[in-house]
């Protein structure tokens, strides 16, 4: 392989091509430190917000070349970044332990329009809905959900986590439900309306440290910390799957069937904690996790070609086929991408299968795609450029 940041492998026919030994584009904007974090506007092909160590906000259209904005928007390094569903004119950002939102239509100089200062301590993962709430999760392992149409704290959810909650999503086709996952390696789901959980996940229990293959040789050694989240839209691959995606800190990427964790929620009892046995490439039919033949969760990791140290950052792809492709970037300085719903095929025979595989050269610290034909992955290392890589 060249120096030059490229595509390490070839792709499978059913892959979207990368052109092989070509450099990434780099987006400039930041003005020291690490891109923290990007988001692609769902509402504007191309369009592209990053934030970084430096404070800043950075706006991009991938068809010029140089920055569009940039806003100074706080004096400490910015964790997170999201749109408001829809209006993507503005946008929230967190920054140590306050969410700020701006009007970019006011332009480089535009003040928080408003502040929150609901968590006690850092911010790690905003997320906001279309109805107006707003998650933040914190190092206390608490995540507040504000309301930004009453201006005030709607609810806290606590007591999931005995660690830093590291990520926090909504699910969008169940309006009253979020997912949350920690530095406990576990994954939670939650009726934010009241407060309470829906189901857990404990990646560190040893059912499911055995029965997976994060032990064994060649895979990194870390615990299975949750690291981030990425839940499927709703409608993707016709409507077949509903599922969240989870980058773990041993190395491995699972997905998980949230219409079937989230099913025993619907009758009265005790939260349902799953503890059913991973192989490293799927739940097998026939074991707990499985019904009427069907699989309910998919385990990639280093023996499918995936990651040697912890996964920072997962992401379902916006280009092509909606939600086709999932992809991962981690401390190993790759990103993969995955044709992960192979996996939940009943067939045998039939796996998820890893197309592509790139080395970007630094960790990555996040990434998104954008729904366009080309420069559609975005990824944010180590450094203050942001990279574009292009796949047809």
Same mark, same amino acid.
């Not at 160590?53 to 569009?68: A, M, N, Q």
């Given at each position: 392989?060249?120096?030059?940041?490229?595509?390490?492998? @070839?792709?499978?026919?059913? &892959?979207?091509? /990368?052109?092989?030994?070509?450099?990434?584009?780099?987006?400039?904007?930041?003005?020291?430190? @690490?891109?923290?974090?990007?988001?692609?506007?769902?509402?504007?092909?191309?369009?592209?917000?990053? /934030?970084?160590?430096?404070?800043? +906000?950075?706006?991009?259209? +991938?068809?010029?070349?140089?920055?569009?904005?940039? *806003?100074? @928007?706080?004096?400490?390094?910015?964790?997170?970044?999201?749109?408001?569903?829809?209006?993507?004119?503005? $946008?929230?950002?967190?920054?140590?332990?306050?969410? +700020?939102?701006?009007?970019?239509?006011?332009?480089?100089?535009?003040?928080?329009?408003?502040?929150?200062?609901?968590?006690?301590?850092? *911010?790690? =993962?905003?997320?906001?809905?279309?109805?107006?709430?707003?998650?933040?999760?914190?190092?206390?392992?608490?995540?507040?959900?504000?309301?930004?149409? #009453?201006?005030?704290?709607?609810?806290?959810?606590?007591?999931? %986590?005995?660690?830093?909650?590291?990520?926090? #999503?909504?699910?969008?086709?169940?309006?009253?439900?979020?997912?949350?996952?920690?530095?406990?390696?576990?994954?939670? &789901?939650?009726?934010?309306?009241?407060?309470?959980?829906?189901?857990?996940?404990?990646?560190?229990?040893?059912?499911?440290?055995?029965?997976?293959?994060?032990? !064994?040789?060649? #895979?990194?050694?870390?615990?299975?910390?949750? %690291?981030?989240? &990425?839940?499927?839209?709703?409608?993707?691959?016709?409507?077949?799957?509903?599922?969240?995606?989870?980058?773990?800190?041993?190395?491995? $990427?699972?997905?998980?069937?949230?219409?079937?964790?989230?099913?025993?929620?619907?009758?009265?009892?005790?939260?349902?904690?799953?503890?059913?046995?991973?192989? !490293?490439?799927?739940?097998?039919?026939?074991?707990?996790?499985?019904? #009427?033949? =069907?699989?309910?969760? *998919?385990?990639?990791?280093?023996?499918?070609?995936? %990651?040697?140290?912890?996964?920072?950052?997962?992401?379902?792809? @916006?280009?092509?086929?909606?939600?086709?492709?999932?992809?991962?970037?981690?401390?190993?300085?790759?990103?993969?991408?995955?044709?992960?719903?192979?996996?939940?095929? !009943?067939?045998?025979?039939?796996?998820?299968?890893?197309?592509?595989?790139?080395? $970007?050269?630094?960790?990555?610290?996040?990434?998104?795609?954008?729904?366009?034909?080309?420069?559609?992955?975005?990824?944010?290392?180590?450094?203050?450029?942001?990279?574009?890589?292009?796949?047809?």
């Amino acid at each position: 392989m060249s120096d030059t940041e490229s595509a390490a492998e @070839a792709v499978p026919a059913a &892959a979207p091509a /990368a052109a092989a030994e070509r450099k990434p584009r780099r987006l400039r904007g930041h003005k020291k430190g @690490a891109v923290t974090c990007c988001v692609a506007s769902s509402a504007r092909p191309g369009v592209v917000a990053s /934030a970084g160590e430096d404070g800043c +906000l950075c706006w991009f259209d +991938l068809r010029t070349k140089d920055v569009l904005l940039t *806003i100074e @928007a706080a004096n400490k390094p910015i964790s997170s970044v999201c749109f408001k569903p829809g209006n993507e004119d503005f $946008v929230y950002a967190s920054a140590g332990n306050e969410i +700020l939102s701006f009007d970019v239509r006011m332009g480089p100089q535009s003040k928080p329009l408003e502040t929150y200062n609901y968590n006690r301590d850092e *911010i790690n =993962q905003i997320a906001v809905t279309s109805k107006g709430y707003l998650a933040a999760a914190d190092d206390s392992g608490d995540v507040k959900i504000v309301s930004t149409i #009453q201006k005030c704290l709607y609810k806290r959810l606590r007591e999931a %986590h005995t660690s830093i909650c590291s990520t926090v #999503q909504f699910i969008p086709w169940r309006p009253w439900t979020a997912i949350t996952g920690g530095l406990d390696s576990k994954l939670a &789901a939650w009726d934010f309306s009241k407060g309470r959980t829906l189901f857990s996940i404990d990646y560190g229990s040893p059912e499911l440290q055995n029965g997976s293959s994060s032990g !064994s040789a060649g #895979q990194c050694f870390n615990p299975a910390f949750v %690291h981030s989240l &990425a839940v499927s839209e709703e409608g993707i691959l016709g409507g077949l799957y509903k599922v969240c995606a989870v980058a773990r800190g041993d190395g491995a $990427v699972d997905v998980v069937d949230l219409e079937y964790e989230l099913a025993p929620a619907k009758s009265k009892g005790p939260p349902r904690t799953a503890t059913s046995t991973m192989s !490293s490439k799927r739940t097998e039919p026939g074991d707990e996790s499985s019904n #009427q033949g =069907q699989v309910k969760r *998919i385990h990639l990791d280093f023996t499918l070609g995936g %990651h040697t140290a912890a996964v920072s950052c997962v992401a379902f792809s @916006a280009f092509g086929e909606k939600g086709k492709f999932l992809v991962s970037g981690g401390n190993d300085a790759s990103v993969k991408i995955w044709d992960w719903s192979r996996g939940f095929s !009943s067939e045998r025979n039939s796996d998820a299968q890893l197309v592509l595989d790139i080395d $970007v050269k630094k960790k990555v610290n996040w990434l998104c795609t954008t729904p366009t034909d080309s420069d559609n992955l975005i990824v944010c290392n180590t450094s203050k450029v942001v990279k574009v890589y292009n796949f047809r």
